[in-house]
Every structure is written in structure tokens, then in C-alpha cells.
């Protein structure tokens, strides 16, 4: 019988569980402890939170790999390819290296059904646990505490903001989707939170489970300066840091969370080498800025606390001339709030498009614009695909404008596609 390809497997994945999402642990430990990868022999670092899981873990990807250590990195969802997922030294892993990994892992699950997640997560474990590495660092999917990567036990755990999203399986409140994050924390392990505003829930969290919690702005700190920033904790120091590669002040927070995590690691390097990392660091689609006659501005921005992050950068790098934002968002997402963050940001003489995103849990663009009309009291366009909405703003924009494509993964992975197609490093 021939090899099932790389997306037929994916496509396998999809049918095999019942639900989507399933959130015990019992069924990914079963698998994980027969493949013998329930116990990383690595340090292993699991950064979960709202906002900032990717660019904290590319951080510490980027400035571990400059310090010489070989590291895994395991995120979702991707944007583009699948492999994206799983990265073993700064490279995906390869389509054959995959299915290799999902053969192995369909043989050892016996009558256990995984979610599409919980495939994913085993093949990392797996192909990590292969590699020889001196260090893990995992993503966290959704939550925390029942996230399938939460069966294996973290060095260090990292918080690195919480915000409404989610509610359906998270809760409702900040202080209960608090509680649900800090399930990765670990007795007597470092627990670190990246941001200044933490619940309640977290420290309360912290506190019942036995984890050292580091809070920035309590127990560690940054201060921006003329062409970077200086990051203290207690004794320890950096000094002279290069402004990080990812733009947005927010970075400031999420590159100083890393250095964190780093000095819990006992892993924290010298300036020149956090210098390297900081600079070097790449993350596709967190205000992603492709420049040209016409800047085009990509980020995954979907809910209302990382609206607000990409408002804030805006601010601080206005446009020249008009901004056309095209925006797609999924069903289960606060529209109505996202549509009041991006109004503080939206001159007279800007252009918004509601794209629809297909799919089960897609929004059309004419349902969004209607919302955000009833919002902003203003004229907003709609667009049947992320496509038309993004040639559409080609053809309107001019030199000096912005084209910012923003909402779920799925609007910039798709908007990604189109620009490389039909724009190149030029509009």
C-alpha cells in the first residue's frame, strides 16, 4: 500500500477524533509515555497566555540558537505551511520527516483517537526527543491547564498576558482564564508572567500549585531607551539591548518576559549575544511590514487586547497618506469590541473591508461590515474572499499608503499567498 502523503495525513487527522477539541490529558500521555517522549531529556520551557506566545517564543528560539544551544520550537496554529509548526535548530521539519513521525504515532495510539492538536504535539515531543536538543520550547495551543502540552512538566512556565478570548472554553473573566493558564505551572519551578496587568487568579494559582512566580514590573523590568532598552532583574543586568527585529512597543514587554525565562533557565547570555538574537528574531505575521511605494502591514491580531497592540504601533509609525485596513475575523471572535479598539485609530479619510473567511466557523465580510457600521457610523466595504479584499485595496491604494491586513491566521495566511503572487517586494 502506498505512503499516505503529508496532507492526506492531515486530512486523516481532522476525522479521527470525534470533536475538534477534547480537553483531557489521559489519551496524549497514554500516546507520548509509549513512544517514550513523555520526558524530555532538554530543558523545556511551555509559554502559554493570550497575546505574545509567538513572539516570546521566537525570542527565545532566536537568542538560544545565538548562544549556541541546539532548540526545538513547537507553535500553532501556522500560517502558511504546516511545517511551520515543528522546527528543530531554526529549520521546519520535512514532509517525509513527518509522515515518518505520524506512522510511528498512528502505530503506538492502538484504539486511542487523538485531536488534530494532540497528532501535532506528539510529533513534536517525538521528533524532539530524537534530536539531541538542549532545549524545548513549547506554545501552548489553548488555555493551560488541559492543553494537551501541559503532560509534560516545564522547567519554566510563562504567562505572557491574559485577555477575553476564548470565553467559551476558558471562561468569562480575566481572573478565570487566569486560573485556566497557570495550570502549567510546576511545584517548586519558576512560573514567569509577561505583562503588567496580571490577575488575581495567576499569584493565587501560584501560590496553591508551589511555583517561584516572576512578574514583570515586580520581579524583573525593562526601560526603553534612545535605540533599545536595559533589562534588570534583581542583580542581574543587560544593558545597551538593540531595539528587538519585531516591531511594536509591546515587544518590549514580550522580549524582556524571554530574558526572563532565560535567567530561570540559568541560560541568560551577555549583551552582544541577546544583541544577536534580538536582531536576527523573525515572526511572519506579527506586524509583518513588507515596504514599497505602498507599506503593506500583516498581523494576526483578533481579539481585543492584540487590537490594541497593533494600534499602539500605528500610532507610533503613522502613515504618510490614507490607511486601507482589511480585517477578517472568525465567528466565535468579539467583533464588536475589536470594531471599538480599531475605531481609535481610523482617520475620516481611511478605508475599512470586512473580508469572509470560509469554514465552519468563518464570518462573511458582508455580516462584519454591517456590525462595524452600526459601530463606527461610517462607510465599511466588504469582500466575498481575503483575496478580493487585498486587490482591492491594491488598486485603490497610493504611494505613501498603508495597506494593513489584519484578523484570524487564516486572513493573513491567505492575504500572504496573494501578495506574494500578485505584489513581490513591490506595490
Known sequence: MARRSLNEWLSYQERVHPSAMDFTLDRIRVVLERLGALHPGAKL???????GKGSVTAYLDAILRA?????????????????ERIRIDGAEIGDEDLVTLFERIESARGDISLTFFEYATAAACLAFNEAALDVWVLEVGLGGRLDAINVLDADVAVITSIGLDHCDYLGTSLEAIGREKAGIFRPDRTAIFGSFAMPQSVAAEAARLGARLMALGVDFSFARTADGFVWVHGDTMRADLPEPALIGPVQFENASTALAALDALGLLPDEQVIAQGLRRVSLPGRYQLLPGAVDWIFDVAHNPASVSALVATLTERPALGRRFFVLGLLNDKD?????????????????????????ERGRSGASLAELMRSELHRAIQSADSVDAGCARAKELARAGDQVVVFGSFLTVGAALTWHRLYCGLRN
Open 335 to 359: 467583533a464588536s469590541a475589536v470594531t471599538q479598539v480599531l475605531g481609535s485609530v481610523v482617520d475620516a479619510a481611511d478605508d475599512i473591508c470586512a473580508v469572509t473567511l470560509a469554514g
Open 45 to 51: 520551557v511551555v509559554v502559554g497566555g493570550t497575546n
Open 67 to 83: 548562544s549556541g544551544k541546539r532548540v526545538g520550537l513547537y507553535t500553532s496554529p501556522h500560517l502558511l505551511r504546516y511545517n
